[in-house]
């Protein structure tokens, strides 16, 4: 019992408290800062791609389709193996892991906001713009909670594929959840169904939660 316990502590925090925190904690940690960047980054990238400005929205087009186009894998070795070229010195591996899973949420949450922005009927600016308000304004108070009520199952589904896309990170050396059951069924070959099981079902109990929270908060926005 007491192995057990010590296999799934290792699984969960990976070294902790004996050495750098792993394991799960590493790819709900990934998920949710990277997520919450990205939904930042995304709402600009939107609002520049869907300007009427070809300086503002050339650009912003050509970083969303260029990265959305390449793996997510891809990113994360530029940012890991390309970036230190140019900067001279390599990027420590969590913040490599950051930037590069932070671009992929940024250009997918962007194409999210676009999508909504544009189902918003011109009216609604109009409108908006009619009482006074300037054009921040009627993006914060009238337009984006729309958006944000039409787009909710959108951005659940993205974090639930985000969250499973951080286990990637384990291609450069971070010891994340899928790195850690590998590691522990190589020093323990008994465990080796056993760890890619428990692998599973934590990946499910998670995304479940997520997806079963985020229809609660949907039913209760649309109330």
Wanted: proline share 5%; hydrophobic share 55%; with cysteine.
């Amino acid at each position: 019992m007491a192995d057990f316990s010590n296999f799934m502590r290792l699984l969960l925090v990976g070294q902790y408290p004996n050495g750098p925190v792993g394991g799960l904690a590493i790819n709900i940690f990934l998920a949710v800062i990277t997520m919450a960047s990205g939904f930042v980054l995304g709402l600009l990238l939107a609002l520049c791609r869907t300007s009427k400005i070809f300086i503002v929205s050339g650009p912003a087009t050509i970083l969303i389709e260029v990265v959305r186009a390449v793996p997510l894998v891809l990113v994360v070795f530029w940012l890991y193996f390309v970036v230190p070229l140019f900067a001279g010195r390599p990027l420590p591996i969590l913040l490599s892991a950051y930037l590069s899973l932070t671009a992929y949420s940024a250009v997918n949450q962007a194409e999210i906001f676009r999508g909504g922005l544009m189902s918003i009927p011109v009216g609604q600016w109009h409108a908006a713009s009619a009482t006074g308000l300037s054009y921040f304004q009627c993006l914060l108070y009238v337009i984006l909670p729309q958006v944000l009520k039409v787009m909710m199952p959108s951005f659940a589904g993205f974090l639930i594929s985000l969250f499973k896309d951080t286990s990637v990170v384990y291609i450069i050396g971070m010891i994340d959840l899928t790195r850690m059951s590998r590691m522990l069924s190589q020093r323990m070959p008994d465990m080796f169904i056993l760890s890619h099981m428990l692998v599973a079902a934590l990946f499910f109990i998670i995304c479940f939660a997520v997806s079963s929270l985020f229809k609660k908060w949907e039913a209760r926005l649309s109330r």
